[in-house]
């Protein structure tokens, strides 16, 4: 069964510095997909960026960016210019491909992001 | 605009009674719908997955006949809390799937007193 760890359950970071959340997974399977997920207090997620496991080009959405390492099941996510409104929750979540026939996806415990005027 | 809704955002039932949450897909068909489970400052749980037109299929440990899902069409999937107790209050989250994208819903509160 694949699972996802993420070791830091909170950081801060200064207003307009950069910051790395961690995440490692776990999975016998080679295709898979990766995401980082951003939940407000609102509780709604918001897909921040995805991974796919075949792509060796690490993904990159504006300020956000992620450092895939596949040996290593290394997965992790840097927020360049932090803002104030990057406070949140940050999960980590693990898909298998679609040709496994799931959709699943499998959710790290999360990392509270706290962002300091 | 959101493409998942879910009803009602908050509930509050009382011990023993029953409660259901809506989940519908307002942009798109969706045949496969997903019911995740999230307790304060934890992780979000999947509970089930729901298909129209069949059977939903459980996570391991959900049970099923406290847990009532129907997916009765392609665009509303229902997930029925039966004989609620205090425990079962969390935050209940649906996502539905389009294609290679998976729409989450806002989330429905549930207190059960």
């Known amino acids: 069964a694949q699972t996802v760890t993420q070791s830091q359950p909170e950081m801060s970071v200064q207003e307009a510095e950069t910051v790395t959340l961690s995440c490692t997974y776990d999975?016998?399977?080679?295709?898979?997909?990766l995401f980082w997920y951003k939940q407000p207090p609102s509780r709604q997620m918001i897909l921040v960026i995805r991974q796919e496991a075949y792509k060796q080009q690490n993904a990159t959405e504006n300020r956000f960016s992620v450092n895939f390492q596949k040996a290593a099941k290394s997965f992790s996510l840097k927020i360049s210019d932090s803002q104030l409104g990057d406070a949140a929750m940050y999960f980590c979540a693990y898909r298998s491909s679609f040709t496994s026939g799931t959709y699943k996806y499998i959710f790290g415990t999360g990392t509270r992001l706290k962002v300091l005027a | 605009g959101a493409v998942v809704s879910q009803h009602p955002s908050r509930v509050i039932c009382k011990s023993g009674t029953s409660v259901k949450i809506e989940c519908r897909s307002l942009?798109?068909?969706?045949?496969?719908m997903f019911w995740y489970r999230q307790f304060p400052k934890q992780s979000l749980m999947l509970m089930a997955t729901?298909?129209?037109?069949?059977?939903?299929?459980?996570e391991q440990g959900v049970e099923k006949d406290k847990f009532l899902i129907n997916h009765a069409s392609l665009t509303l999937s229902t997930l029925t809390v039966t004989s609620a107790h205090p425990e079962d209050s969390s935050f209940y989250i649906c996502?539905?799937?389009?294609?290679?994208?998976?729409?989450f819903g806002e989330g429905s509160w549930l207190t059960v007193v």
């Open positions: 942009d798109f068909q969706a045949t496969t």
């Open positions: 999975t016998s399977e080679s295709d898979y997909y």
């Open positions: 729901s298909n129209e037109g069949s059977k939903a299929t459980y």
């Open positions: 996502s539905v799937r389009n294609g290679n994208t998976i729409y």
